[in-house]
């Protein structure tokens, strides 16, 4: 009965590379959202996903930053061009079905650290 | 704008001395209030789910109050196990997303 699966758990880069972190969400949860927690702050939510489909990327910054879930595979948050101030810890969460009031499941997250 | 502010930003309690954190929100309709622990290096992990003012919830030594305007988890006799940040998230009743806004967290420290 394995959890939220993310990885990697520590990725390092340098300026201007491309981070690509994953997730794989609870068996049977086809909905996925992405958290990003920067030190001494809370968590902001970046972007929720369903199979093949966004459904609110409302906390998405505009340029460098995309996400997918795709019918096959993990979830994918990609980063091109990675800036100092993208280091922080993503988190995702997934949840069964969408529905209110659903409590969502977190991965032990993906600490960045850009050079 | 949606919005959770939790207090104190850090506490630190000895082992048995008991207290509460608080958590503000301001939301455009409520779907559920969520109290969630976080430990160094993990993700939060599920507490409690309130979904209307007067309900309460307990697990072991942990209770969560919830207001109009704000909840409460009260902590009877902490343990060192205890010490974690606490977070507070609301649902708001609007729009297709279940997305939680979060608040930043209350550090506790329970000394032994």
């Known amino acids: 009965n394995a959890g939220v699966m993310q990885n990697p758990r520590h990725l390092v880069r340098r300026r201007g590379q491309e981070a690509r972190l994953r997730c794989s969400p609870m068996?049977?949860?086809?909905?996925v959202y992405w958290y990003r927690q920067l030190p001494e702050e809370g968590l902001k939510f970046m972007v929720y996903?369903?199979?093949?489909?966004?459904?609110?990327e409302s906390g998405m910054p505009k340029e460098r930053f995309s996400a997918e879930f795709p019918k096959e595979g993990p979830s994918i948050l990609r980063i091109q061009q990675v800036v100092r101030g993208d280091s922080a810890a993503y988190f995702c969460?997934?949840?069964?079905?969408?529905?209110?009031?659903?409590?969502?499941?977190f991965g032990s997250g993906t600490q960045l650290s850009v050079l | 704008e949606d919005q959770v502010t939790q207090s104190p930003e850090a506490l630190r309690l000895q082992e048995g001395e008991s207290s509460s954190l608080n958590c503000s929100y301001t939301?455009?309709?409520?779907?559920?209030l969520f109290w969630y622990r976080q430990d160094p290096g993990k993700g939060p992990e599920f507490l409690f789910t309130?979904?209307?003012a007067g309900e309460e919830k307990e697990k072991e030594r942990l209770k969560a109050t919830l207001t109009k305007k704000e909840s409460f988890l009260h902590i009877t006799a902490p343990k060192p196990e205890d010490s974690a940040t606490y977070l507070c998230?609301?649902?708001?009743?609007?729009?297709?997303?279940?997305?939680?806004?979060f608040g930043t967290g209350t550090l506790l420290a329970v000394q032994p």
């Open positions: 309130l979904y209307s």
């Open positions: 969460a997934s949840s069964p079905s969408g529905q209110g009031n659903e409590k969502l499941f």
């Open positions: 068996k049977g949860h086809s909905h």
């Open positions: 998230a609301v649902q708001a009743n609007s729009g297709a997303t279940n997305k939680l806004i």
């Open positions: 996903l369903q199979k093949e489909n966004i459904i609110d």
């Open positions: 939301v455009s309709g409520l779907r559920g």
